[in-house]
């Protein structure tokens, strides 16, 4: 039988692949049959060990120059699927944030998103067809204490989304947002037992989400069966959105 989600043929860029939850996604669509393109900036080493696991290849740029981003889309170009989920996740308190922590996390988070995005739409454009997905972050929508910045640029990111999908529908191209909420790590429980105890009494589902859980959302997002879905934000986040926030 047909398998209902297949991706066969399909040429999927994930940035930030080598980190926790990118892995995750690459991991998703390769199991949808996708031919996946891992991005890497630092972590080359755990980006080619996935791009080898799941029999894929690795691309090197740092997002924020923009002449990295485009030699990087000159080489790997065209792909049918962007998956825009790199980012930087600095914890400072406000007043003690600086221009140049504010900058580096807009650059990281915001602009590379909207320069990527750009440069990839225009090589979907020829073949009428594509999907971007961003990660925003439930804290898009509700700020968590020392993360002003970053979840600034996460609300961005969803208003890019929507903007994007308003602009770039004419061409076939989607986009849509996912926006998880605490993802497992190893180490996690260790590193922030308090943390990962309210969680799980907070989440109607009772347990942290996982890189693949993310994945799964963004491979619907991409696939034939979201074909009629553009400029949402699908928040996989185990119902801890549920709760009233008053
Ligand atoms: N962890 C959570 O619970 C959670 C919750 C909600 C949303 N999210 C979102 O999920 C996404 C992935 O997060 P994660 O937890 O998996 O973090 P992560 O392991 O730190 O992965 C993020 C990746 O972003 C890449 N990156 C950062 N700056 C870059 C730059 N200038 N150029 C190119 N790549 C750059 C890094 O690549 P290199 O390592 O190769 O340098 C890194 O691997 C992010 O968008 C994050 O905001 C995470």
Same mark, same amino acid.
């Given at each position: 039988m047909t398998p209902v989600i297949n991706l066969n043929g399909q040429r999927v860029l994930i940035t930030g692949a080598g980190g926790n939850i990118g892995s995750g996604i690459a991991r998703r669509f390769a199991a949808a049959g996708a031919e996946v393109i891992a991005h890497?900036?630092?972590?080359?080493?755990? /980006?080619?060990?996935?791009?080898?696991?799941?029999?894929?290849? +690795? *691309?090197?740029? !740092?997002?924020?120059?923009?002449?990295?981003?485009?030699?990087?889309?000159?080489?790997?170009?065209?792909?049918?699927?962007?998956?825009?989920? /790199?980012?930087?996740?600095?914890?400072?308190?406000?007043?003690? +944030? *600086?221009?140049? !922590?504010?900058?580096?996390?807009v650059d990281t988070n915001l602009n590379a998103v909207f320069a990527l995005t750009q440069a990839v739409v225009r090589?979907?454009?020829?073949?009428?067809?594509?999907?971007?997905?961003?990660?925003?972050?439930?804290?898009g929508t509700h700020p968590a204490e020392g993360h002003a910045a970053y979840a600034t640029t996460k609300a961005a990111v969803l208003m890019h989304t929507k903007a994007a999908a308003l602009e770039y529908g004419r061409f076939g191209v989607r986009c849509n947002a996912v926006s998880p909420g605490l993802i497992g790590r190893p180490g996690i429980e260790e590193q922030w037992p308090e943390g990962v105890a309210r969680w799980r009494a907070a989440a109607p589902l009772h347990r942290l989400g996982t890189p693949e859980d993310v994945g799964n959302a963004c491979v619907f997002l991409a696939s034939p069966l979201a074909e009629w879905i553009t400029g949402q934000n699908l928040v996989v986040d185990g119902g801890v959105s549920t709760h009233p926030t008053w």
């Open positions: 890497h900036h630092h972590s080359a080493a755990p /980006a080619k060990a996935l791009a080898e696991e799941i029999r894929g290849t +690795t *691309t090197k740029a !740092d997002l924020t120059d923009p002449l990295q981003l485009q030699r990087m889309i000159h080489e790997i170009a065209p792909v049918d699927v962007l998956v825009n989920n /790199a980012a930087v996740q600095t914890v400072r308190p406000l007043k003690d +944030t *600086t221009a140049e !922590d504010w900058r580096e996390i090589t979907m454009i020829p073949n009428a067809r594509g999907s971007v997905i961003t990660i925003a972050s439930i804290e």
